[in-house]
């Protein structure tokens, strides 16, 4: 199992993230980053980042399944973004995926993504 570690101690989360997560030995599924690449097609999906990152999310939502896993099993997840400004439009999307247990969560600005994405989400879940 997991659970949500919260401290007044530290900064409050500034997107839909939880400060950490502790996990109690369990199967661990680590997924790898998705872009927003049509399942079938391989084609990008979307052109603004918001459309993108809701894709990516459907694509780690498929991945997790294969492994017997849910969204609410995730604990970590790293969000790259090829321009910060598309923080909050992004953020929008995640937080419609992940409306409970939030995992604990990075998001970094990279220079460039593959297929030109402009967004990329990696995660790891506990089952």
Request: neutral net charge.
């Amino acid at each position: 199992m997991k659970e949500i570690i919260h401290t007044d101690q530290a900064p409050e989360a500034v997107g839909p993230y939880s400060q950490a997560i502790k996990v109690y030995g369990q199967t661990m599924v680590f997924c790898s980053m998705q872009i927003a690449l049509d399942p079938k097609e391989s084609r990008l999906v979307g052109a603004a980042a918001a459309e993108q990152a809701d894709q990516c999310l459907k694509n780690l939502q498929a991945v997790l399944t294969a492994s017997g896993a849910e969204l609410k099993h995730v604990v970590k997840t790293i969000v790259y973004l090829t321009n910060m400004a598309d923080f909050v439009a992004v953020n929008e999307i995640y937080g419609k995926y992940f409306t409970m247990d939030k995992p604990a969560r990075g998001a970094v600005e990279v220079a460039r993504l593959p297929k030109d994405a402009k967004v990329g989400i990696e995660a790891i879940a506990v089952i």
